[in-house]
């Protein structure tokens, strides 16, 4: 708007306040295109679904209302600060002395050959067939991995994660015992302010607990440590760098305890259970465990997959005790007051209350046997109940012990039961994707299990192995975000058509979108920086 009312004053023949108007009125026309045309391109992402769509559903609301603003700004407010603040200053008329410049000759001399005619005929398709090519080359930046394709890029946060998981059955002071030795490493890193070691339960919820549902962590098996860096400023390595480097040190003293050490950073990246997500199913979930393992081992035989893990617990022996009734009966003790001396031993029991002047709430007191007690089944068995007589009878002449193995969670997804195969991509490309296409064609050479990529299998009576994670989210996002697109440019083409009143004109106005791939992707490869 200040360029035309500059250009109609340059002109000469009217004063200032007779310009405006014929200057606003002269581009008011394409400037509302324009606005609606950005708005069109941002509001189709205000309907991308899934767990992607609240971050995006503000940046075209917010966008399409300051596009607005501009523009009443530039109808209404840059006028009359034209008006204010130009009134008193000369415009002398200009001619059109541009024909002799410098940058006229130079456009002349780089398309005139192509504003020829038939002349320039060949020179416009050996334009068009080189545009082709360079978005063709630049595209395969990405194919030849020059540039790599990721989901989100890391941050350099001032913190991370070290998720510990011991064998099921572990007990939490053999737990506390490794997450200390952790510790100890971790005190070695220069750039480690602090940290805190939890065993046996969570750390306080944080992203990462939130999304991975880490709050939920419990048992004396789980630990965790809250490392704290200082601040980015005041170092060299970035945060990603730093967990890298630890990763290898921390699982290396991980695995002379038998412990599964990961590394959880401040993003973890999308919202996703771990970054690489296997779920196989089946008709027996033995079967589906023998599969997971299966698929584990592969996970583990490829280069940079790491944080591997799955949901199946550890193999644990378990002790089943069951009450001789009639003895018990003939004994005069019932079955409750066996299971209650039993829960009583292992979990405890309230069996009274302290009530302090000063405490607001009483204080329970709690009956439990000491730790080494409870670990040992004869110290277990060695506890008396009464007779209906006041005599007292070991557990032991009421309960038959026998030994079996403990029976595996079945975990479920869509009503499906479902193993889960975790992991991380770690090393020069650092993408996920990237890690999971080599997976899966090493799956697809091996030929056993049937693999699927965006729903979970049609046959649910065959072994199969359903991708998730990163890719998922990766997959949702982009083809809600390709449609929003699509849209956008339809309601590009349509305003544009109502505005020129033509079909093919919006053509040639949006033909150099692909254009922008060529500055792009290159720019990336040359910048050493991931494509997100």
Do not use: C
């Amino acid at each position: 708007v200040v360029e035309n009312i500059h250009r109609h004053l340059a002109m000469g023949g009217k004063t200032l306040r007779e310009a405006i108007p014929v200057a606003v009125d002269e581009v008011g026309g394409p400037t509302i295109l324009a606005t609606f045309t950005v708005i069109a391109a941002l509001l189709p992402m205000a309907f991308v679904t899934g767990l992607m769509g609240p971050y995006m559903s503000p940046i075209p609301i917010n966008a399409s209302i300051g596009m607005l603003i501009s523009l009443a700004v530039a109808f209404v407010v840059t006028p009359w600060l034209s008006l204010r603040f130009s009134g008193h200053s000369t415009h002398a008329p200009q001619g059109d002395s541009n024909n002799g410049s410098f940058l006229d000759r130079f456009f002349q001399s780089i398309m005139g050959p192509f504003l020829r005619g038939r002349q320039g005929r060949g020179n416009r398709w050996a334009l068009a067939i080189a545009m082709l090519l360079l978005i063709a080359a630049s595209v395969s930046l990405a194919g030849v991995q020059w540039v790599v394709l990721k989901m989100l890029p890391f941050d350099n946060k001032s913190e991370f994660q070290v998720m510990i998981d011991m064998p099921e059955g572990t007990s939490v002071e053999q737990t506390n015992r490794v997450i200390t030795e952790l510790g100890g490493y971790l005190a070695t890193l220069p750039e480690v302010t602090n940290f805190q070691l939890y065993a046996g339960t969570a750390s306080p919820i944080n992203f990462n607990g939130l999304v991975r549902q880490y709050y939920l962590r419990e048992g004396a098996f789980a630990g965790d440590i809250q490392v704290n860096l200082v601040d980015k400023h005041r170092r060299e390595r970035k945060s990603h760098d730093i967990a890298r480097a630890a990763r290898g040190p921390l699982q290396e003293i991980g695995r002379r305890f038998g412990a599964n050490v990961k590394i959880a950073e401040v993003p973890p990246g999308p919202p996703v259970m771990a970054p690489l997500v296997a779920e196989i199913y089946g008709p027996d979930y033995a079967g589906q465990i023998r599969a997971a393992k299966q698929v584990r081992g592969v996970f583990e035989q490829t280069p940079d997959i790491v944080d591997i893990d799955d949901s199946v617990e550890a193999a644990a022996p378990e002790w089943r005790l069951a009450i001789d009734r009639q003895k018990a009966a003939h004994l005069g003790v019932s079955q409750a007051d066996v299971v209650s001396a039993i829960a009583t031993a292992l979990a405890g029991d309230d069996v009274s209350y302290l009530h302090g002047d000063a405490g607001k709430y009483p204080v329970p007191v709690r009956l439990r046997v000491a730790n080494a007690d409870r670990a040992s089944l004869d110290a277990l068995l060695a506890l008396r109940v009464r007779g209906h007589n006041g005599s007292l009878i070991a557990l032991s002449d009421l309960v038959l012990p026998t030994s079996a193995q403990r029976e595996y969670a079945v975990y479920h997804k869509d009503l499906l039961p479902v193993v889960f195969v975790t992991g991380d991509m770690a090393g020069e490309l650092d993408s996920p994707l990237y890690g999971m296409l080599d997976l899966v064609e090493q799956f697809r050479e091996q030929g056993e299990l049937e693999q699927s990529f965006i729903e979970q299998p049609d046959n649910p009576y065959e072994y199969s192995l359903k991708w998730d994670g990163e890719w998922q989210i990766t997959y949702e996002t982009f083809r809600d975000m390709g449609i929003a697109y699509s849209v956008g440019l339809v309601l590009i083409y349509l305003l544009v058509v109502a505005h020129f009143h033509s079909y093919l004109t919006p053509f040639i106005i949006m033909a150099p979108i692909p254009l922008t791939v060529i500055g792009v992707v290159p720019g990336h490869a040359l910048m050493v920086v991931d494509f997100t």
